[in-house]
């Protein structure tokens, strides 16, 4: 055949693109995943601890960057969704979770890293049982158990409709909202990182083994399109953590308020 990309020798993204074990194997295994996340906390950490010790009047663009992102977890959701007044015991929490998302996210574009941590389903399972906990437990110390299971029912409910409702809204609390909220982040992160690994390493097969010159210029356009939409994936990562952290203080809110 003309093509050589007929012959079949392609290998496309598969398990071994989401499975990087540094040390050991199976179940038991030190990944790169797992190095990348104890890492960032570690970045952050010491970033965090570096820029409140040398606080500037003219931010110098380290702790321009971090009043951003503080700012963005603070005022554009913790205010808007929480309140001012009730906001301070949640902050560090809105401000850790968007950090250490946004950090994790990057990593998915970072030379010799490249590979997001939440496109890794866990990940965003462990953040999400840490906010699950947190606005059930609010609700439940503001309203007592009883008074935060029977503030889930929306009012002027007909009578014969209530017992379908409240399950409903049961399964919304306890279910829906954890799961769609890990698998928003996840599921982003993954369908990013396989379409940058389609593009380059697509891009890399038809370069190398393409056969012709038209298949050589596919593969050029491949990795345009790989750059392209790295640019595209970086919008989508600090979305996704945005979007984590939006969602976060709007169930706490809602946890906390007198009617739903």
Excluded: C
């Amino acid at each position: 055949m003309p093509y050589a990309l007929a012959s079949g020798g392609f290998e496309a993204p598969g398990v071994s693109s989401f499975w990087h074990p540094l040390i050991g194997d199976g179940a038991f295994a030190i990944t790169r995943t797992m190095f990348v996340a104890v890492l960032s906390v570690i970045l952050i950490a010491l970033v965090m601890t570096a820029v409140s010790r040398r606080l500037q009047l003219v931010p110098g663009r380290t702790q321009f960057a971090v009043e951003g992102v503080y700012n963005i977890a603070r005022n554009q959701i913790g205010v808007d969704f929480i309140g001012e007044a009730r906001l301070r015991p949640f902050l560090p929490l809105l401000v850790s979770l968007f950090l250490y998302i946004l950090v994790n996210n990057l990593a998915g574009i970072i030379p010799f890293v490249q590979f997001p941590t939440m496109s890794r389903f866990g990940y965003a399972v462990g953040l999400t049982a840490i906010v699950f906990v947190v606005y059930h437990a609010v609700g439940i110390r503001k309203k007592g158990l009883g008074g935060y299971l029977a503030g889930m029912m929306p009012p002027g409910v007909p009578i014969l409709l209530a017992p379908i409702v409240y399950v409903l809204e049961l399964l919304t609390y306890f279910v829906t909202r954890p799961l769609t909220l890990s698998l928003r982040l996840f599921a982003n992160m993954f369908a990013g990182h396989t379409l940058l690994l389609v593009f380059a390493l697509g891009g890399e097969y038809l370069l190398l083994h393409g056969g012709n010159v038209v298949l050589q210029g596919a593969g050029i356009a491949s990795f345009l399109m790989f750059i392209l939409m790295t640019f595209f994936e970086l919008l989508v990562q600090f979305l996704q953590a945005y979007i984590f952290v939006l969602l976060t203080a709007y169930y706490i809110a809602d946890a906390m308020a007198e009617e739903h």
